[in-house]
Nanobody, 121 residues
């Protein structure tokens, strides 16, 4: 059974960078769209970035455009986060779905365990 195992994250100063990784174990994710979401305390989970199975047509939330980059290999998806701001602080999740990446968390049927990103001002 496939699982999504996340790594990366941690504490960084404002303006710094982090890279999150999400690796599939058990089976490949190469035929699925992948997305990154985040959830801050007291807020709903929100879309950050998504990518088609072939790596094409990346989508970004307005808050991520120009600062974050999503990329993938056959079994791993990455989120490179640059110029981090305190408002980026949240638990970040990767997720998988059939078809194209969408912005609704309910469209995704497999989730990573989440990883904390803390940005100090």
């Amino acid at each position: 059974q496939v699982q999504l195992v996340q790594s990366g994250g941690g504490l960084v100063q404002a303006g710094g960078s982090l890279r999150l990784s999400c690796q599939a174990s058990g089976r490949t994710i190469s035929s699925y769209a992948m997305g990154w979401f985040r959830q801050a305390p007291g807020k709903e989970r929100e879309f950050v970035a998504g990518l088609r199975w072939n790596g094409g047509n990346p989508r970004y939330a307005d808050s991520a455009k120009g600062r974050f980059t999503i990329s993938r290999t056959q079994n791993t998806v990455y989120l490179q986060m640059n110029s981090l701001k305190p408002e980026d602080m949240a638990v970040y999740y990767c997720a998988r779905r059939v078809g194209s990446p969408t912005t609704a968390a309910s469209d995704y049927n497999l989730w990573g365990q989440g990883t904390q990103v803390t940005v100090s001002s």
